[in-house]
């Protein structure tokens, strides 16, 4: 089995306890990192604008949601909200969350979207996953409108030391995992998490990414002492 489909077929199982888990093992905290995200993407576009909105690697739809209460909160107009994922099985659960939002079962770096089509391209913790990364990038500038809007929200590679990073890198080798296994019954996936970041870019490689890929960057910010980060950048 390939890579990436080895990385499908993970969240396919851990899909029931997805959310539980994910809330539980982030204290809560990424609802607010993915708020804050959206409501500084919202306030680049007019108010008069419908926007046309994009998220991949979904998942269960965290992210929609936010799309939908920052929107509210700052009145702006939203067109449409379409979720990717190549899950299934995360994609089942998002469909019983959100009755009215299309949801799409294909990869980041094939999106069955025209070119030029949406506004706004949002990713939250899912680029480390996509194998074809490159490619993937190069595939949401096709689909963005000039001067259409990507966000992307990862945990990168850490580069810094003291005590918050040794605290940080003990809770994602030692701690996530147990009680991750606990509540999916999969320790593999939640071990997988932490390696997944170390085997990701630093925050200015994967600027320098974006920027090959046809982007220039809007505005960086970490959260929770660089345990998160926000890429923004607008499409050329």
């Given at each position: 089995?390939?890579?990436?489909?080895?990385?499908?077929?993970?969240?396919?199982?851990?899909?029931?306890s997805?959310?539980?888990?994910?809330?539980?093992?982030?204290?809560?905290?990424?609802?607010?990192?993915?708020q804050?995200?959206?409501?500084?993407?919202?306030?680049?576009?007019?108010?008069?604008?419908?926007?046309?909105?994009?998220?991949?690697?979904c998942?269960?739809?965290?992210?929609i949601?936010s799309?939908q209460?920052?929107?509210?909160?700052l009145?702006?107009?939203?067109?449409?909200?379409?979720?990717?994922?190549?899950?299934?099985?995360?994609?089942?659960?998002?469909?019983?969350?959100?009755?009215?939002?299309?949801?799409?079962?294909?990869?980041?770096?094939?999106?069955?979207?025209?070119?030029?089509?949406?506004?706004?391209?949002?990713?939250?913790?899912?680029?480390?996953?996509?194998?074809?990364?490159?490619?993937?990038?190069?595939?949401?500038?096709?689909?963005?409108?000039?001067?259409?809007?990507?966000?992307?929200?990862?945990?990168?590679?850490?580069?810094?030391?003291?005590?918050?990073?040794?605290?940080?890198?003990?809770?994602?080798?030692?701690?996530?995992?147990?009680?991750?296994?606990?509540?999916?019954?999969?320790?593999?996936?939640?071990?997988?998490?932490?390696?997944?970041?170390?085997?990701?870019?630093?925050?200015?490689?994967?600027?320098?990414?974006?920027r090959?890929?046809?982007?220039?960057?809007?505005?960086?910010?970490?959260?929770?002492?660089?345990?998160?980060?926000?890429?923004?950048?607008?499409?050329?």
């Amino acid at each position: 089995m390939k890579k990436q489909d080895k990385i499908i077929a993970m969240f396919d199982d851990i899909s029931p306890s997805y959310d539980k888990a994910n809330r539980i093992l982030s204290f809560g905290v990424d609802v607010s990192w993915r708020q804050r995200a959206c409501k500084k993407v919202l306030r680049c576009f007019d108010s008069k604008n419908a926007l046309k909105i994009l998220d991949v690697a979904c998942g269960t739809g965290d992210m929609i949601q936010s799309w939908q209460e920052s929107a509210k909160n700052l009145s702006k107009k939203i067109s449409s909200i379409r979720g990717v994922d190549p899950s299934g099985g995360m994609l089942g659960i998002a469909k019983s969350k959100f009755k009215d939002i299309e949801f799409i079962q294909a990869l980041a770096q094939d999106l069955p979207i025209k070119d030029k089509e949406v506004d706004i391209l949002s990713i939250s913790y899912g680029i480390r996953n996509v194998v074809q990364r490159k490619e993937a990038l190069s595939e949401f500038a096709r689909v963005l409108k000039k001067d259409g809007i990507l966000l992307v929200l990862e945990f990168t590679r850490r580069e810094k030391g003291g005590f918050v990073a040794i605290f940080r890198d003990f809770y994602l080798k030692y701690i996530l995992p147990k009680i991750g296994a606990y509540l999916s019954n999969n320790k593999e996936a939640y071990e997988y998490l932490p390696n997944s970041i170390d085997d990701f870019l630093s925050k200015d490689e994967f600027m320098q990414e974006l920027r090959e890929a046809g982007f220039e960057m809007m505005f960086y910010e970490s959260f929770s002492f660089d345990v998160s980060s926000m890429f923004i950048a607008r499409k050329l």
